[in-house]
Every structure is written in structure tokens, then in C-alpha cells.
């Protein structure tokens, strides 16, 4: 005898509900973000959706669940509706006052935990710190390592200061509401910085979740998109170690333009790293004597 269909159960009928939803505004990964929602509402893990797919949501756990999927149907970016994002598999709070973690952005932490670990590094500057990803990630992977976050946007700096201690690396990581490297005191062995990078111009081109929630303040880089790299690789040399390093994050096309502000700004020895779809994503430069 053949085992009797069971009905559509609740929490897998919850989720293929909301990935409909999702699928037919044009979300990419429609039953991925329903999964994470529902995870979201009913606070269950990713096992126990699989494993007990009949359970039931209350009607609470529904009418919360229905607001997020309207709010992510109206491209709210899912992370700030989690509240949370993994970066460098570390997991961060995230909010409006920052922009989301990016994972092109691990190639930049990366590429400086190896070379800061390679040259022995005790003091590092992240310029731009935002929800403060690359300083927590930093300092978890190098515990000799001593970071100074700067950030103009205040807001910013009280998410970064949630996540340090959210990560136990408060104490050996300082946050400075500041414009660039002004009033931070080096010398550093190395300064990592992703600031905003995006040109005027495309900004209206972005998808919906970027142009639409993310701080513009925190993406704009103005008409070349450089404007804030460019007065950053003025300042970086006097800030770092003879031996130290600079390395920026940038956008498509940019490299080049970059590798000569760093060049301008006495640093040598530029490097510049793709990112995973093959575009130049990472610049560093070196303060040799
Ligand atoms: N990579 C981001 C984007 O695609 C831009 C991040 C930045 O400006 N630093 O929107």
C-alpha cells in the first residue's frame, strides 16, 4: 500500500508561501531568504525547519512573518531585516546606519590579515569602519594586533562598538568618530580602508536594496567615485611604519586610478588583487624608506 501524501505542513507551507511571494517580485534566491525569514519569526534553527517541517507557527509568529516578506517584497535588504550578516564567517548586527558587509570585502581582510601576520604587525587603522566588520575580523584572526576603527558617521560607530564586544575584541580595538585619518595618531603597520566608492552618476543604477536603504553617505564617492581615496592616499603615508602597508578595496575599473594615488602618496611595491569574478579589487601599496 503507498504511504498517504501528507498534507502541506505548516511551517514548509509558511516558506513556500513567502518564497512565491519573493519569486514574483524577482528576488534572486526566493526560498533561500523565505527559509532565513521564517527562521527569523519563529526562531528555529535550519535543522529543526528540516527536520520538523509540520511544526506550527503561532498566529504571532504569522502576522511578523508577513510583515518582513512585505518589507522584503518592497526590497528592504534581508540582513536588515534579520538584524544580522556573516562576514569572514564571523556573524554581525547590522543596521541602517551601516552598509552591509559585502563578501567581496573578505579579499581585502584577507589579503591584509596574511601580509600584517607575515610582517609581524602590533597596530593596524581601519578608516571607514562602518559596522566595524573588518576591525572585529581583524583582531579575532590576529591577536597581537592592536586596531584603531575611524568613522564620521557616529551611528556607525555605536553598531562597530556592539560588534566588538559582541566578538570580545573591544579592548583591543579603539573607535574614532573621525574624517579619514584626521586626529588619529600612527604609526600603523597597516591601514585598510573600503570607503565609499560607488560614481554619482551610477548611483541610481543600483539595485533597489542599495540605492533605496543603504546610507548613500556610506557608498557615494562622488563624480569619479575616488573622492574620498584620493584625500585618504594623501594622508596614509605619515600614518604608517617604514615597512608598512595600505590597502584599499575599490570598485570596477578603478584599480589602476588607484595604484597611482598610492604611488602619488610615496607608497611602493603595489599590489592589486581580483575579487572572485575576476575584477581588480584590492590595491596595496607599501611605505618603503
Ligand atoms: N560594493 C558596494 C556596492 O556594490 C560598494 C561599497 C563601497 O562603496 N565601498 O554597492
Redesign the pocket.
Known amino acids: 500500500m503507498r504511504e498517504a501524501i501528507k498534507p502541506p505542513s505548516p511551517v514548509a507551507s509558511a516558506i513556500a508561501s513567502v518564497a512565491g511571494r519573493l519569486s514574483e517580485v524577482g528576488i534572486e534566491r526566493p526560498r533561500a531568504e523565505a527559509e532565513a525569514l521564517v527562521r527569523a519569526v519563529s526562531g528555529v534553527s535550519r535543522e529543526s525547519v528540516l527536520l520538523h517541517p509540520d511544526r506550527r507557527l503561532s498566529a504571532d509568529q504569522l502576522s511578523q512573518l508577513e510583515a518582513l516578506t512585505a518589507r522584503r517584497a518592497a526590497r528592504e535588504p534581508l540582513p536588515y531585516l534579520l538584524g544580522e550578516v556573516e562576514f569572514y564567517s564571523l556573524p554581525f548586527r547590522v543596521s541602517p546606519s551601516a552598509?552591509v558587509p559585502?563578501p567581496?570585502t573578505e579579499i581585502l581582510v584577507e589579503a591584509a590579515i596574511e601580509r600584517a601576520r607575515a610582517a609581524g604587525a602590533r597596530r593596524a587603522i581601519e578608516v571607514g569602519t562602518g559596522c566595524g566588520a573588518i576591525a572585529v575580523a581583524l583582531a579575532q584572526h590576529l591577536p597581537q594586533v592592536r586596531v584603531t576603527a575611524t568613522d564620521v558617521s557616529f551611528p556607525a560607530l555605536l553598531l562597530a562598538r556592539e560588534n566588538c564586544r559582541r566578538h570580545k575584541v573591544g579592548r583591543r580595538v579603539s573607535l574614532i568618530c573621525a574624517d579619514l585619518l584626521a586626529g588619529v595618531r600612527g604609526p600603523a603597520d597597516c591601514i585598510l580602508a573600503?570607503?565609499?566608492?560607488?560614481r554619482t552618476d551610477e548611483f541610481e543604477q543600483?539595485e533597489p536594496e542599495?540605492r533605496d536603504f543603504e546610507p548613500r553617505a556610506?557608498?557615494d564617492?562622488g563624480a569619479d567615485g575616488l573622492g574620498h581615496i584620493r584625500r585618504l592616499c594623501v594622508q596614509v603615508f605619515d600614518h604608517l611604519a617604514d615597512g608598512g602597508f595600505a590597502a584599499l578595496?575599490v570598485?570596477a575599473g578603478q584599480a589602476s586610478e588607484a595604484a597611482k594615488l598610492l604611488g602619488a602618496g610615496r607608497l611602493s611595491r603595489i599590489e592589486v588583487i581580483a575579487d572572485h569574478a575576476g575584477i581588480d579589487r584590492v590595491v596595496i601599496g607599501w611605505r618603503r624608506e
Not at 573600503?194 to 560607488?198: I, S
Open positions: 552598509i559585502r567581496e573600503n570607503l565609499p566608492y560607488v543600483l542599495v556610506a557608498l564617492g578595496e570598485g
